[in-house]
């Protein structure tokens, strides 16, 4: 059943190309540079009509809601916020008739979510579901469902449902982008262009993951690792924290880049790694000035970076190359070798993988 993996978790790793091509497949419309409207839940009126997204998840799926807020101010030029779902409802929230309140959730099932959905529905907010789980609690309870096709995900700490979540949130990006007339065709069949090419590039950078392993085993002992990202690579950062801290149980922060003065900096000497998002892209000059402070105070920096990057390979320890990407879909890239740190660090401490303590894969609870 685990398929000569030896756990879960590692096989769902490495589902990802597959599930993430099984998202896109039938939707993509890579000749118009376009989203199919049948399956992603949103009529194209009321693609034209809001004026705000409200996006609300726990968890790997509150960070994939922060690539899709990037994604759908950019591309579609809708305000978007991201909260919480554990704190909408605690705190008395305001939605609008003319909000889309996108519910993300990979069970369909977490409490919270379902809470936070029932308050914008009751005040009349439109809502998305983008689930994993046909029928299941949160697209019955929703306006439309926007499905990703990651299968059963069995590893406690979520991993391909994280991946198709992003490929699905840039979709409906694209999707309301077009619709909405902010986002011109070439640019959008650029971008779906590169979607469509990402499950290849996620299978080399999958099946090249021995050097991941070597760098898990340098940080096997570490207490506490920062991660750090800009732009898209800030989720990711997040993300790759909460995996370490689940699975491996070592304390982890992810962090923007640009926060890192304002505090954690504190943190830093030659006893905590660092793991650097920092591929070629828009903030790449920006991101590098935040790993060189992490350098001039003896901190282990574990680069995440573009094949070829000559500056990076002299500034940093260790390295995870990358293929060189269009911006928009790098997250669907970067989360990799963070996936694999954390379940190789916890494989090396011994620790089982699939059943951390203290976690339930569904929460039910609030
Ligand atoms: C992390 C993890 C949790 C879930 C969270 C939300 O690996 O699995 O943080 O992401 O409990 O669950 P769903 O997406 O089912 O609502």
């Known amino acids: 059943e685990r398929g000569g993996y030896k756990h879960f978790m590692l096989k769902e790793i490495h589902e990802q190309p597959d599930v993430v091509e099984a998202t896109l497949r039938g939707r993509v419309d890579l000749v118009n540079g376009d989203v199919h409207a049948t399956e992603i839940g949103v009529s194209p009126e009321l693609a034209r009509e809001i004026r705000r997204v409200y996006i609300t998840a726990c968890g790997t799926s509150h960070h994939a809601g922060i690539a899709g807020r990037y994604w759908i101010e950019q591309l579609a030029r809708v305000p978007t916020v991201v909260e919480l779902a554990s704190e909408v409802r605690y705190r008395d929230p305001i939605f609008y008739p003319d909000d889309l309140v996108i519910a993300i959730s990979q069970s369909g099932e977490t409490a919270d979510t379902i809470a936070a959905l029932k308050a914008a529905k009751a005040q009349g907010a439109k809502v998305l579901a983008l689930c994993n789980v046909v029928d299941s609690a949160i ?16 590893g406690v700490a979520s991993t391909k449902c994280f991946t198709t979540q992003l490929a699905a949130l840039l979709m409906l990006a694209v999707y309301l982008g077009r619709r909405r007339g902010t986002l011109d065709e070439g640019r959008a069949r650029e971008t779906l262009q590169a979607l469509w090419e990402i499950p290849n590039q996620m299978r080399d950078v999958l099946g090249d993951a021995d050097y991941v392993h070597a760098i898990a085993k340098k940080m096997t002992h570490a207490k506490d690792v920062l991660f750090l990202g800009r732009g898209l690579g800030f989720p990711i950062a997040l993300e790759g924290a909460l995996k370490l801290k689940e699975i491996s149980y070592a304390h982890a922060e992810g962090y923007a880049a640009g926060e890192m003065k304002h505090g954690p900096i504190a943190l830093i000497d030659e006893t905590l790694p660092v793991v650097v998002i920092c591929p070629r892209d828009a903030h790449f000059d920006k991101t590098v000035s935040n790993l060189e402070e992490v350098r001039a105070r003896e901190g282990q920096v574990i680069a995440i970076a573009t094949k070829g990057d000559e500056q990076i390979l002299e500034k940093s320890q260790y390295q ?8 928009e879909v790098l997250p669907l890239l970067t989360v990799l070798p963070l996936q694999l740190i954390a379940y190789y660090v916890a494989h090396l401490k011994g620790n089982d993988v699939d059943q951390p303590r203290n976690l339930a894969k569904t929460v039910t609870v609030e």
Request: proline share 12%.
């Open 320 to 327: 995870v190359w990358l293929p060189k990407v269009r911006d």
């Open 139 to 154: 697209p019955r309870a929703s306006d439309g469902a926007l499905y990703t096709h990651a299968g059963p995900e069995i």
